[in-house]
């Protein structure tokens, strides 16, 4: 399995602005995914990322609030943009394997005041 | 109605006690199913995955796949406090995105 990092692990920010999370693996992925995950609740999908190609976002979420880069096989960023408080939530990247499953990162937790 | 239903818990079972935990679903495309254990602050962590029908064990945990049913179990057996837990089901039926159930919130009491 692949080992995922992602910074910052938690933040803190006010509401107008903007945080670029960002997520690492060990190894080359073809494919990576960001979730979201509200408190007490599952994980809900906001986009795919495949290298050298446009993000795939899930209905609900655009480009233009979640902007995402995949620069390479093994790094790939979300930013979250013009952030309000109903923006708070545990952001996760999670990459597949060769059976279809899942890896997460450990996650990055987000308040806005 | 959701693809992938979970109960939620909260379930509460003594230490040692056998633990069932269960999802259903309705697309009878799935094929792949997973079961990831979260801590409380942590991302989730793959326990089990399974391909089709049938059953896996690995230690403690068996997971059990009845696509007749379209239904799938994780047992823990002699379950200790550290399993304590949200246990999320997830499946898709290939190349894909995963459909999550809810999470059912799980605690050992020693």
């Known amino acids: 399995s692949a080992v995922i990092s992602q910074k910052p692990s938690r933040d803190i920010c006010q509401r107008g602005t903007s945080l670029t999370i960002q997520c690492q693996v060990d190894?080359?992925?073809?494919?990576m995914f960001w979730y979201r995950q509200q408190p007490g609740q599952s994980l809900t999908l906001i986009a795919t990322?495949?290298?050298?190609?446009?993000?795939?976002?899930e209905s609900g979420f655009v480009i233009d609030k979640f902007p995402i880069s995949r620069p390479n096989l093994t790094f790939s960023t979300l930013t979250v943009s013009n952030m309000s408080p109903e923006d708070s939530s545990i952001y996760l990247c999670?990459?597949?394997?060769?059976?279809?499953?899942?890896?997460f990162g450990p996650g990055t937790r987000l308040t806005v005041t | 109605q959701k693809e992938v239903e979970q109960d939620p818990g909260p379930l509460s079972v003594p230490e040692g006690a056998i633990v069932s935990l269960n999802c259903t679903y309705s697309n009878s495309a799935f094929q792949y199913f997973m079961w990831y254990r979260q801590y409380s602050r942590k991302g989730p962590e793959l326990l089990m995955y399974?391909?089709?029908?049938g059953n896996k064990e690995d230690g403690r945990f068996t997971a059990q796949v009845d696509k007749s049913s379209k239904y799938i179990s994780l047992f823990i057996r002699d379950s200790q406090p550290s399993d304590s837990a949200t246990y999320l089901c997830a499946m898709n039926p290939g190349a894909q995105k995963l459909v999550f159930g809810q999470g059912t919130r799980l605690t050992i009491n020693p």
């Open positions: 399974t391909y089709s029908s």
């Open positions: 999670s990459v597949e394997g060769l059976s279809y499953e899942q890896y």
């Open positions: 990322a495949n290298q050298g190609s446009e993000a795939t976002y």
């Open positions: 190894s080359q992925v073809t494919m």
